[in-house]
């Protein structure tokens, strides 16, 4: 079985950075798709991010677009998150995800099959 792992999390101010990585183990990373999602506090989980086996990538909005930046390492089996100009409200969990399925749909959840344990990103005012 798929094992994926994030690290990379913590507290920043607004406008400040973070470069989150996900390693996988189990499988072969390069053929498969890689997704990142966050849940806030009280809120429904939410995707942010995806790229394809081949490198093509889906962000969520123009909002996520112009500040995150997602990217993979097919070398060390990591897909990163780089994370700038942070706001408040992107105060969540942040987790990643692969999804095995050719067919599956990339910005749902439920399309994914394997998820790491997830880790805090806290922006403060």
């Known amino acids: 079985q798929v094992q994926l792992v994030e690290s990379g999390g913590g507290l920043v101010q607004a406008g400040g950075s973070l470069r989150l990585s996900c390693a996988a183990s189990g499988r072969t990373f390069s053929n498969y798709r890689m997704g990142w999602f966050r849940q806030a506090p009280g809120k429904e989980r939410e995707f942010v991010a995806a790229?394809?086996?081949?490198?093509?990538?889906?962000y969520a909005t123009d909002s996520v677009k112009g500040r995150f930046t997602i990217s993979r390492d097919n070398a060390k089996n990591t897909v990163y998150l780089q994370m700038n100009s942070l706001k408040p409200e992107d105060t969540a969990v942040y987790y990643c995800?692969?999804?095995?399925?050719?067919?599956?749909?990339?910005?749902?959840?439920?399309?994914?099959?394997?998820w790491g344990q997830g880790t805090q990103v806290t922006v403060s005012s």
């Open positions: 995800a692969l999804q095995v399925s050719l067919l599956g749909t990339i910005v749902a959840g439920s399309s994914y099959n394997y």
């Open positions: 790229i394809t086996r081949n490198g093509g990538i889906t």
